[in-house]
């Protein structure tokens, strides 16, 4: 027994012996438990919001949706703006919009949202601009930190996750510029989460009743149907949302509606049920529609109360006119329904046929590689101003990713689909379906105007897929000394560079006026100037 123990193998490192003395008691596990998502989402927060005011002046689309939005607030519609008006927000006198209509292809709740920073700090305050997408984007972290934490059980990785995510200079552009994207991003993980959260709540409530069935004599062939099921409703609360800021919220709602069925037949599967398949399609598989769909429907239906509750905006009186009212079976249908619907019909033939030229388009087969990112904004100020005190100076917003974690994600994300196929884990199934509900649709449009910013709708699943890779490379406490040491000594390197890669970059994601020649420096391929 003696020479047994002695010669027994030596599991885990250093670091792992001197992290479990750190945590020897219930008082630092729960300061790390609960302190190292808090430490991860207050670091996002400070990258996200440092000098958010700079520059003062509308960046981007922000010329369209900071407009719209604080329109949207005061008319209860999108409205015009006289000429001008983007220099009068440059120099703190937005002025005010006129009452006219204004055509608008998004639906209206990521502009609400934006109004109401408005509405705290004033029009005439750039930060009230781009406080809400601060918010949510900071809150998107706290989330893929809590996610990572249910997918893989493990605390280390899941504050990895949200570091990474807190550092990636595309989250970091998209939460601090007023645009939609971010808003989408937000919701849509909210609903990926309370899907997480149902798959074990309907999982161990379905068992429970199937053996209950099963002791009191019964054959529950079919199986229980679960009506309640607060988890799914919520996610149908965020899908909805998502989709009420832009309609490719829809692809998520879709895509996990059908995940839903999916996991509900093989969980019957598993459990014995003789007809496990007919019982998720046919019995369970309505009434998961029911708890998912109509929520989402109101909810979209809702954000567009001001339009519906006012007459001015745009084809607000379409149905009214001689000639356009439906007749005939459905001519009882409300006038302003008929108005709204005729209005999406006329935005989703804009969307389709969308192929204006821009000199940012990106085509999305190149977006995982991160070919083509976006320039939100570049000055190039004068030697004295705005902080310029070399012979040429730059000032960029450029919605580019980390370099290390974007490629890693990539390449992580082609491990994940082998790892799926090879070994079926449910968690990097969740993975792969939240990057393919967000990217996969696009591959439809490869002739419109579309661009890399898009991505950050599906941006944390990629984080995740990376975070998952990372697991792996770095093993567990259990893994021989050698083993451990080297996967905790590649990913300390990959987390040390990828950092340090951050603060090469974030005065590019943050319009800090640096040298030219420092601008310069970061023109790793040509399609990135």
Not at 66 to 92: H, I, M, Q, R
Not at 279 to 289: D, E, H, I, R, W
Not at 403 to 431: D, F, H, K, M, S
């Given at each position: 027994?003696?020479?047994?123990?002695?010669?027994?193998?030596?599991?885990?490192?250093?670091?792992?012996?001197w992290?479990?003395?750190?945590?020897?008691?219930?008082?630092?596990?729960?300061?790390?438990?609960?302190g190292?998502?808090a430490?991860?989402?207050?670091?996002?927060?400070?990258?996200?919001?440092?000098n958010?005011g700079?520059?003062?002046?509308?960046?981007?689309d922000?010329?369209?949706?900071?407009k719209?939005?604080?329109?949207?607030?005061?008319?209860?519609?999108?409205?015009?703006?006289p000429?001008g008006?983007d220099?009068?927000?440059?120099?703190?006198?937005a002025?005010?919009?006129?009452?006219?209509?204004?055509?608008v292809?998004?639906?209206?709740?990521?502009k609400?949202?934006?109004?109401?920073?408005?509405?705290v700090?004033?029009?005439?305050?750039?930060t009230?601009?781009?406080?809400?997408?601060?918010?949510?984007?900071t809150?998107?972290?706290?989330?893929?930190?809590?996610?990572?934490?249910?997918?893989?059980?493990?605390s280390?990785?899941?504050?990895?996750a949200?570091?990474?995510?807190?550092?990636?200079?595309?989250?970091?552009?998209?939460?601090?510029?007023?645009?939609?994207d971010?808003?989408?991003?937000f919701?849509?993980?909210?609903g990926?989460?309370?899907?997480?959260?149902?798959r074990?709540?309907?999982?161990?409530?379905?068992?429970?009743k199937?053996a209950?069935?099963r002791?009191?004599?019964?054959?529950?062939?079919?199986?229980p149907?679960?009506?309640?099921?607060?988890?799914?409703?919520?996610?149908g609360?965020?899908f909805?949302?998502?989709?009420?800021?832009?309609?490719?919220?829809?692809?998520?709602?879709?895509?996990?509606?059908?995940?839903?069925?999916?996991?509900?037949?093989?969980?019957r599967?598993?459990?014995?049920?003789s007809?496990w398949?007919s019982?998720?399609?046919?019995k369970?598989?309505?009434?998961?529609?029911?708890?998912?769909?109509?929520v989402?429907?109101v909810?979209?239906?809702?954000?567009?109360?001001?339009w519906?509750?006012?007459?001015g905006?745009?084809?607000?009186?379409?149905?009214?006119?001689?000639?356009?009212?439906?007749?005939?079976?459905?001519?009882?249908?409300?006038?302003?329904?008929?108005?709204?619907?005729?209005y999406?019909q006329?935005?989703?033939?804009?969307?389709?046929g969308?192929?204006?030229?821009?000199?940012?388009?990106?085509?999305?087969?190149g977006?995982?590689?991160m070919?083509?990112?976006t320039?939100?904004?570049?000055?190039?100020?004068?030697t004295?101003?705005?902080?310029?005190?070399?012979?040429?100076?730059s000032?960029?917003?450029?919605?580019?990713?980390?370099?290390?974690?974007?490629w890693g994600?990539?390449?992580?994300l082609g491990?994940?689909?082998?790892?799926?196929?090879?070994?079926?884990?449910w968690q990097?199934?969740?993975?792969?379906l939240?990057?393919?509900?967000?990217?996969?649709?696009?591959?439809?449009?490869?002739?419109?105007t579309?661009?890399?910013?898009?991505?950050?709708?599906?941006?944390?699943?990629?984080i995740?897929?990376l975070?998952?890779?990372?697991?792996?490379?770095l093993g567990?406490?259990?893994?021989?000394?050698?083993?451990?040491?080297?996967?905790?000594?590649?990913?300390?390197?990959?987390?040390?560079?990828?950092t340090l890669?951050?603060i090469?970059?974030?005065?590019?994601?943050?319009?800090?006026?640096?040298?030219?020649?420092?601008?310069?420096?970061?023109?790793?391929?040509?399609?990135?100037?």
């Amino acid at each position: 027994m003696s020479v047994d123990l002695l010669e027994a193998p030596v599991t885990g490192s250093r670091l792992d012996r001197w992290w479990e003395r750190m945590l020897r008691t219930e008082r630092r596990r729960k300061l790390w438990i609960w302190g190292g998502p808090a430490a991860v989402t207050l670091l996002a927060f400070v990258l996200r919001f440092w000098n958010l005011g700079h520059p003062h002046s509308l960046v981007f689309d922000e010329t369209f949706y900071v407009k719209d939005s604080w329109s949207l607030w005061l008319n209860g519609y999108e409205s015009t703006w006289p000429d001008g008006a983007d220099e009068g927000f440059a120099n703190g006198d937005a002025g005010s919009p006129s009452t006219n209509p204004s055509y608008v292809v998004h639906p209206p709740l990521g502009k609400w949202l934006i109004a109401l920073g408005i509405a705290v700090f004033g029009i005439d305050d750039s930060t009230g601009w781009r406080i809400s997408t601060v918010i949510a984007g900071t809150l998107a972290v706290l989330l893929v930190t809590l996610i990572a934490k249910r997918l893989f059980t493990s605390s280390i990785l899941a504050v990895l996750a949200g570091f990474l995510f807190a550092i990636d200079g595309h989250a970091i552009v998209m939460a601090r510029v007023s645009l939609l994207d971010n808003f989408v991003m937000f919701f849509v993980l909210a609903g990926f989460g309370a899907i997480l959260l149902d798959r074990s709540w309907h999982a161990s409530r379905l068992a429970a009743k199937v053996a209950s069935a099963r002791a009191s004599g019964a054959d529950p062939a079919w199986g229980p149907v679960l009506w309640w099921r607060p988890w799914l409703l919520a996610a149908g609360v965020a899908f909805g949302a998502a989709t009420a800021v832009k309609w490719n919220g829809l692809y998520f709602l879709a895509a996990f509606g059908v995940y839903v069925i999916v996991t509900d037949l093989l969980l019957r599967r598993r459990l014995g049920l003789s007809l496990w398949a007919s019982a998720a399609v046919l019995k369970q598989g309505p009434v998961s529609f029911v708890t998912l769909v109509p929520v989402s429907a109101v909810v979209y239906l809702a954000s567009w109360t001001g339009w519906i509750r006012t007459s001015g905006g745009y084809d607000r009186q379409w149905a009214d006119a001689v000639g356009n009212a439906w007749t005939g079976t459905f001519a009882w249908v409300p006038h302003w329904f008929q108005s709204l619907l005729h209005y999406h019909q006329s935005a989703y033939s804009f969307h389709v046929g969308l192929s204006t030229p821009h000199p940012y388009a990106a085509n999305p087969l190149g977006w995982l590689l991160m070919i083509r990112p976006t320039s939100m904004y570049y000055q190039s100020p004068a030697t004295g101003t705005d902080g310029c005190a070399w012979d040429a100076c730059s000032s960029a917003i450029t919605s580019i990713g980390n370099p290390l974690i974007w490629w890693g994600a990539a390449v992580a994300l082609g491990y994940c689909v082998y790892r799926l196929v090879r070994y079926r884990e449910w968690q990097v199934g969740l993975i792969v379906l939240g990057v393919a509900a967000g990217y996969l649709p696009w591959l439809l449009y490869l002739n419109r105007t579309v661009f890399q910013f898009y991505t950050i709708v599906f941006e944390p699943y990629l984080i995740l897929a990376l975070v998952f890779a990372i697991g792996k490379i770095l093993g567990s406490r259990d893994d021989p000394e050698e083993r451990r040491f080297a996967g905790v000594g590649v990913i300390g390197v990959f987390v040390t560079i990828t950092t340090l890669l951050s603060i090469f970059w974030y005065p590019l994601w943050t319009a800090i006026t640096v040298p030219y020649w420092f601008w310069h420096l970061h023109a790793w391929l040509p399609s990135w100037v």
